[in-house]
């Protein structure tokens, strides 16, 4: 039973933020979500998550949302090959039972994932078309067509560039030293059946010469292709093609990979649309605030990472979660300051997680795109940073050092 009534503001409606508001309105809490874009298919959401057992899944479960979510899971999304441009293969997973409770990372269309987070809730809880330009120490936000105030809470759910952090900290993201381009082969069976087979309906990695192609199967029958590389923070400037060009840039990554096996080459010569350039982004390991009562962050807004470890949603969504016990538990107690003390909380737990999923994800950049002669260099190191995230750490030494004697012998094989 709720002692406190909170009016809350989310600016952005991302997983994490529309997660939030599942949340908090089932709870009976006032929540309102600012979005800037001006629709939910304003702009193309391509691209395939992993939503991870204790983070991800768990959210959703706890939003009620389980038997929804499992209409748009891939649990066969989960096939899995990490191999070199020679198409030399270093690790294969096949795709686990929906029923394995344990290690299940189901696959979803980040579209589909989006869609179904803000079909549960209220229509009007949204307003789209809001872009924040600023917030001001007394919360209140400033939109192109006006302000809006009044708010006990203002959460920064508003991604990379957040507004909502410019409040908190003068830290902005840094250039990983990585771009590319996202292109699509639509109805890959019938259009690129080399290409259907390859990917085996879950991804295919392929990294080398600090570059890295990946296909991943989508829900629509589409494959969506990323071509990653080590490249100056000026490139789309630089790089003597027109970047937002299609075929210009799908010329470009063919230049750029050749020599890689025909088959990954395939995935590029047999793509069609594409999406726009991406230069990618990372707030440095271990970022924090200072708290500061009536405002936080969540998601991408407060500790961005590059996607090398497939777990920025999940640890989204999780915060979203946690944000929302605060937020509850809170609304029960009769303390003046149980909000703040409840949000410093929140705060420095996220801290920790953060840091942990930073360190994991920058790890396994540098062991794929910045390690000469990776992967074979640097496929234990790699192996080793993803294990460690689903064991309890006692079984460490035996674990990575299995990993280390099997590819030691593994190696003289291909
Ligand atoms: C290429 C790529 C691949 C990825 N693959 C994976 C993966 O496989 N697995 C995984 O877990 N993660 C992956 N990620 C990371 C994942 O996409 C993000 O971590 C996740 O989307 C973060 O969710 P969010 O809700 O915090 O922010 P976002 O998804 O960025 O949402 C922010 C929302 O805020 C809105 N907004 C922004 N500014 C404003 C403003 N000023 N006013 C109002 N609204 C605003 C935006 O329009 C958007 O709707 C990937 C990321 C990239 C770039």
């Known amino acids: 039973m709720a002692t406190q009534t909170f ?38 959401q391509g691209g395939t998550l992993d939503l991870r057992t204790k983070t991800g899944l768990a959210a959703i479960k706890e939003a ?12 066969d999304g989960e096939s899995l ?14 795709p686990l039972k929906s029923g394995n409770k344990i290690a299940a990372a ?38 192109d067509h006006g302000v809006e105030k009044g708010f006990d809470l203002v959460i920064g759910a508003d991604g990379a560039w957040s507004k909502v952090r410019l409040l908190l900290s003068q830290t902005k993201p840094f250039y990983s030293g990585i771009g590319g381009h996202s292109f699509s082969i639509p109805n890959a069976k019938e259009r690129a059946p080399a290409a259907y087979k390859l990917v085996n309906r879950g991804s295919v990695f392929a990294f080398s010469d600090g570059k890295a192609l990946i296909g991943q199967q989508l829900g629509d029958d589409s ?69 500061k009562p009536g405002v936080t962050l969540l998601g991408d807004a407060a500790h961005l990472m590059t996607p090398f470890a497939g777990i920025g949603v999940n640890l989204a969504l999780e915060d979203a979660m946690k944000l929302a016990h605060a937020i509850i538990d809170a609304s029960k107690d009769t303390r003046d300051d149980a909000l703040a003390v409840k949000i410093s909380e929140y705060e420095e737990e996220m801290f920790r997680r953060a840091k942990k999923a930073q360190q994991l994800t920058n790890g396994a950049m540098q062991d794929m795109m910045f390690t000469k002669d990776a992967p074979r260099s640097s496929i234990e190191s790699w192996c080793t940073r993803m294990a460690s995230e689903h064991m309890p750490s006692f079984l460490y030494p035996l674990v990575f050092s299995g990993i280390y004697v099997f590819y030691f012998f593994y190696k003289f094989f291909i």
């Not at 009620?64 to 649990?75: M, P, T």
């Not at 090959?81 to 096949?94: M, Q």
């Not at 990554?253 to 395939?266: A, H, I, K, M, T």
């Open 7 to 44: 009016k809350i503001a989310v600016i952005g409606a991302g997983p994490g933020g529309c997660m939030l508001a599942r949340l908090l309105h089932r709870a009976n809490i006032n929540v309102t979500i600012f979005e800037a874009e001006a629709s939910v298919d304003f702009r193309s």
């Open 64 to 75: 009620g949302l389980y038997e929804e979510f499992l209409k748009y899971a891939r649990f």
């Open 81 to 94: 090959v990490l191999c070199d441009k020679n198409r030399k293969t270093y690790l294969r997973r096949s």
């Open 106 to 143: 189901p696959e979803i269309d980040r579209a589909e994932l989006r869609g179904l987070l803000l079909r549960s809730i209220p229509k009007d809880i949204v307003r789209w078309n809001h872009r924040l330009r600023s917030v001001t120490e007394d919360r209140v936000l400033q939109f």
């Open 223 to 291: 494959i969506n292709v990323s071509a990653w590389s080590r490249r100056s923070e000026e490139w789309m400037s630089e790089c003597g093609y027109n970047p937002q060009d299609g075929q210009e840039s799908k010329q470009a990554v063919q230049r750029e990979f050749s020599g890689w096996s025909s088959d990954l080459l395939n995935l590029i010569e047999a793509a069609d649309t594409m999406e726009a350039p991406r230069s990618l982004f990372m707030l440095p390991v271990g970022f924090r605030w200072d708290n």
